[in-house]
Every structure is written in C-alpha cells, then in structure tokens.
C-alpha cells in the first residue's frame, strides 16, 4: 500500500508538469503555492520542482525493484493502479530534467520564478503591532513583497541534509532569514535545526528557546485557542536533527552533536530499524550506545564504526 500511494503521487506530478521549450526542455510546474503562504500562485517554486523529482524517483525505483523482486505481486499491482514499467520511464526522465530555478548572482536557489524580483519586505522593518502580517495586510499587497511566512526553499533544504553542505545552508540562511517573519509556529524549529547544522549552534539555541515557549510565553498570542503541537514537535526534531546532529535516510545512521554554550551536555535515546539507541555528548566528546538490537554500521562525526549492543563507542570532537 505504501508503494501505490508514492506511484499514484508520482502519476500526480506527472500529468501536472509540462516541458518548457524556452528552458531547454525542462520540466516546470506552474500557479502553485509553495509552503510559503505568504507568496502564492507561482510558477517553479523550488520546494515543489525539488519534492516532486524526489517522489518520481523514489516511485519508479520501488516499482522497479517490486518488477525484479516479485513477479506476481508487481502483476497485481499493475492490475490496482495501470502503472507499467513504461510509466516509471517517463517520471525518470521527468525527475531527471526537472527545473530549480538557481540565482548565479546570489548563489541560492531562488524560492521561484520571480521571487527574487519583487522588493524586500525585511522583519526588521515590520512594527509588532501589525504582526502576523496576515491581519494587517491584504494578501494581494502581502504577495507583492520578498517576505516569508516561513520556510519554504529552507524547508527543502532541511529535509535533504546530505545533500547541502553546511556552507551552502548557512548562503541560503543568510538570505532568507531576513525575510522571514515566523508568523507560523512551524517556522523557528527549522531554523534552529538549519543553524545548528550549518555550525552556528548560538543562532539555533535562539530559535529553539522560541519554538519550544511559543505557548509557554503565548509568544504568537493565541495560545488561548489551544498549544501548537506541530511546534512541540519540531522543537523535538531541531534537538535530534540540529543539535544531536542525527541523520537516518537511505544511506545509514549518522550521529554528529553540536552544542550551544549553555548546555554542558545532550543526551537523548531514539530507535531506529528495531534498534534502541542512545547519544550522549559533551563539547567535548560524544558516546553513543547500542542498548537493544542487532549490530549497526553508523557514522559518528564522519568515523565510520560498527555498534555493538551495550558497548560504548567515544569519539572525540573538537569544537
């Protein structure tokens, strides 16, 4: 079921994307709204372009291993949804050329088309009385500025931390920051877990403390309508992803902390694949331990090492 739900996504995209004979013949999609609300209707948002060429991908890849894995399942499967080998062919070829509008002036990949065109609406500049901008501002107006609402090429960014290194996450920071007003309660813990990934955990202490009192301090002033889940649990995900500096995707388990000066330590279990784990570290050193599970290959503050259950692997880290 997992597998028709990323096939049919990507039968989604597939049908809404179109070539553009003016790029080349790469693959755009337009009037969408990224995650950023305040920017709506517009043509190649990154995020969009990049999360789209992400789920063709990942569909035709499984779809194929299903076709190579299991002939009598991939028959029914092809029976429930229609989706061929040939189909897949055309998401690759869709994910392949895909089109992310990148800014060669500023070195960031631009939110969309014409998002880097528009004038700054900088946070500095914004008085908190006509904060969220949503309830002092028409839409209409809101729309003709650089200004966020949250992040939205960040976003992508965050989700793909392999991908970017942290020079290049600290050039898009410093770009969109400015111009984003956090009037979503989403926003801060992904700032926080961006800088603390791109090696300022002082910047990223800042937007944790404000993700995790948003409802503490009523920071947005409408905690009397209930608490913001969504920011618990990003609060939760800047201290594993950001400050544990945790990864788990395709190509393994890495564990790499940074700490802000106010902590003298940070522990934490999580689990993963059947496993318990659990990560301790100081400004100086970290030690992760394999409490329940088989042997588990991971990478700690890039030393590649096997864990063993119930014995300790130290790494020294200098800071």
Same mark, same amino acid.
């Given at each position: 079921t997992g597998l028709e739900i990323a096939a049919l996504a990507a039968r989604f995209y597939a049908h809404r994307t179109s070539a553009m004979p003016?790029?080349?013949g790469l693959y755009g999609?337009?009037?969408v709204t990224g995650p950023n609300e305040y920017t709506a209707l517009v043509d190649n948002n990154t995020y969009t372009n990049a999360m789209a060429a992400f789920t063709l991908e990942f569909a035709a890849r499984e779809v194929r291993?299903?076709?190579?894995?299991?002939?009598?399942?991939?028959?029914?499967?092809?029976?429930?949804? *229609?989706?061929?080998?040939?189909?897949?062919?055309?998401?690759?070829?869709?994910?392949?050329?895909?089109?992310?509008?990148?800014?060669?002036r500023e070195e960031i990949f631009a939110q969309d088309d014409t998002f880097l065109d528009k004038p700054k609406l900088l946070t500095r500049d914004i008085p908190p009385e006509c904060r969220p901008l949503l309830l002092?501002?028409?839409?209409?107006?809101?729309?003709?500025?650089?200004?966020?609402?949250? +992040?939205?090429?960040?976003?992508?960014?965050?989700?793909?931390?392999?991908?970017?290194?942290?020079a290049v996450v600290r050039r898009h920071l410093d770009y969109y920051e400015p111009i984003t007003v956090h009037d979503s309660s989403l926003s801060p813990s992904v700032f926080a877990a961006?800088?603390?990934?791109? *090696?300022?955990?002082?910047?990223?202490?800042?937007?944790l403390r404000y993700a995790a009192r948003i409802d503490l301090d009523n920071l947005h002033g409408d905690t009397r309508h209930g608490v913001h889940l969504a920011a618990m649990g990003g609060t939760y995900q800047?201290?594993?992803?950001?400050?544990? *500096?945790?990864?788990?995707?395709?190509?393994?388990?890495?564990i790499s902390p940074r700490l802000p000066r106010a902590w003298n330590s940070l522990s934490f279990r999580f689990r993963y694949r059947g496993r318990l784990l659990e990560v301790c570290a100081t400004h100086e050193h970290t030690e992760v331990r394999l409490l329940a599970g088989k042997p588990l290959p991971a990478t700690v503050h890039g030393v590649r090492m096997e864990?063993? +259950?119930?014995?300790?692997?130290?790494?020294?880290?200098?800071?």
């Amino acid at each position: 079921t997992g597998l028709e739900i990323a096939a049919l996504a990507a039968r989604f995209y597939a049908h809404r994307t179109s070539a553009m004979p003016r790029r080349g013949g790469l693959y755009g999609f337009f009037t969408v709204t990224g995650p950023n609300e305040y920017t709506a209707l517009v043509d190649n948002n990154t995020y969009t372009n990049a999360m789209a060429a992400f789920t063709l991908e990942f569909a035709a890849r499984e779809v194929r291993r299903l076709a190579e894995e299991d002939a009598d399942e991939f028959r029914a499967f092809t029976e429930r949804t *229609g989706i061929t080998l040939a189909e897949t062919e055309t998401w690759l070829t869709i994910a392949e050329n895909i089109y992310l509008p990148w800014d060669e002036r500023e070195e960031i990949f631009a939110q969309d088309d014409t998002f880097l065109d528009k004038p700054k609406l900088l946070t500095r500049d914004i008085p908190p009385e006509c904060r969220p901008l949503l309830l002092h501002m028409h839409y209409l107006d809101i729309y003709r500025f650089q200004v966020a609402k949250q +992040p939205d090429v960040l976003l992508w960014l965050y989700l793909f931390p392999r991908k970017f290194s942290p020079a290049v996450v600290r050039r898009h920071l410093d770009y969109y920051e400015p111009i984003t007003v956090h009037d979503s309660s989403l926003s801060p813990s992904v700032f926080a877990a961006l800088w603390a990934r791109a *090696g300022d955990p002082e910047r990223a202490y800042a937007y944790l403390r404000y993700a995790a009192r948003i409802d503490l301090d009523n920071l947005h002033g409408d905690t009397r309508h209930g608490v913001h889940l969504a920011a618990m649990g990003g609060t939760y995900q800047a201290l594993l992803e950001g400050f544990g *500096g945790v990864i788990a995707d395709e190509e393994g388990l890495a564990i790499s902390p940074r700490l802000p000066r106010a902590w003298n330590s940070l522990s934490f279990r999580f689990r993963y694949r059947g496993r318990l784990l659990e990560v301790c570290a100081t400004h100086e050193h970290t030690e992760v331990r394999l409490l329940a599970g088989k042997p588990l290959p991971a990478t700690v503050h890039g030393v590649r090492m096997e864990l063993v +259950p119930k014995k300790p692997e130290a790494i020294r880290r200098e800071w």
